[in-house]
């Protein structure tokens, strides 16, 4: 990959101090954040709309169920992404006159996965504060040797012997938001019902194949590319070392913009699309602060 070289760095880093290349970061990360996200926001909505569209397509034959489940599953791995900046406040911060907005698209949509949006919220932030941290981050269970063990792992933490739920109790218990405990278990329980509903309707297969399969595949990928893959191998927790850039083999729009989470745990009010020329432009710094980048 082409390393675009930034106007606001200097030839040499070599012998430039912490502080000075502290400045230097920050001042491309605010070059590239501010901006309103209308990627995210179309993104959020206009899958939210795809999403409940499939169901009425493949009730009234439209569309066949297997090309339903096609879709619902590409639709469902695409939820998590505009929740995820409006978990960091990116669409607008508190007291901004489009705070509605950041607060709507993650609670509009975050159901989709079976989850409140402040649940995702709360134990976010909280990962970002402990990153690989084995007692305090919420997301060590996607600590994995490789990624087929990642993988079979991911499965393994959504039965009941799991550690992941396990460990987002214990996160909202540790901050004081153990309301959300119970409404994490409500939207499970909706979520069954709305199955049980739908099979005891006489729509079974469509239950399975639009929601219950694609929800599950769904959060194996997500896993895989939003925890496994950029954190890989989970051993530090310092600043520059508790994620890393890596090359996918599906390419960054198939790894949905994780190749740069480093610069995402570094400064998170970055837009996740504006993360890759943030990197390009970083990179020189990051490289003398001898951060893991991989093959990038």
């Not at 040499?12 to 290349?21: F, G, I, K, V, Y």
């Not at 070392?241 to 995402?264: C, L």
Request: aromatic content about 12%; hydrophobic content about 45%; charged content about 15%.
């Amino acid at each position: 990959m082409n390393v675009q070289t930034s106007d606001i760095l200097p030839a040499d880093l070599s012998e430039m101090s912490e502080a000075q290349l502290r400045k230097l970061e920050n001042k491309i990360a605010r070059k590239h954040s501010g901006m309103f996200p209308w990627l995210m926001v179309s993104w959020a909505f206009g899958n939210l709309a795809f999403w409940l569209s499939l169901w009425p397509l493949v009730f009234f034959d439209v569309i066949p169920l297997w090309l339903g489940f096609i879709l619902s599953t590409i639709s469902l791995s695409l939820v998590y992404l505009p929740t995820h900046d409006a978990q960091h406040d990116i669409i607008a911060r508190p007291g901004q006159k489009l705070r509605w907005l950041n607060e709507l698209l993650g609670h509009a949509t975050s159901w989709m996965i079976v989850s409140p949006f402040n649940v995702f919220r709360v134990t976010h932030l909280e990962h970002h504060r402990h990153a690989n941290d084995l007692d305090l981050d919420p997301d060590i269970a996607s600590k994995a040797p490789g990624p087929w063990s990642a993988i079979w792992k991911s499965i393994k933490e959504r039965q009941p012997s799991g550690t992941r739920g396990a460990n987002y109790m214990k996160t909202l218990e540790r901050v004081g938001r153990t309301d959300l405990i119970l409404l994490a278990i409500a939207y499970q329980l909706g979520f069954l019902a709305i199955l049980f509903t739908l099979a005891w309707s006489g729509y079974a297969l469509e239950a399975f194949f639009l929601w219950w399969l694609p929800y599950h595949i769904a959060m194996t990928y997500l896993n895989f590319f939003l925890s496994w893959a950029p954190h890989n191998p989970a051993t530090s927790q310092a600043r520059y070392g508790n994620t890393r850039s890596w090359k996918s083999m599906i390419g960054n729009i198939g790894s949905m913009g994780m190749q740069f989470h480093i610069v995402h745990h570094l400064h998170p009010y970055i837009p996740l699309d504006r993360t890759p020329a943030a990197y390009r432009e970083m990179r020189p710094i990051l490289e003398a602060r001898g951060c893991d980048l991989g093959e990038m």
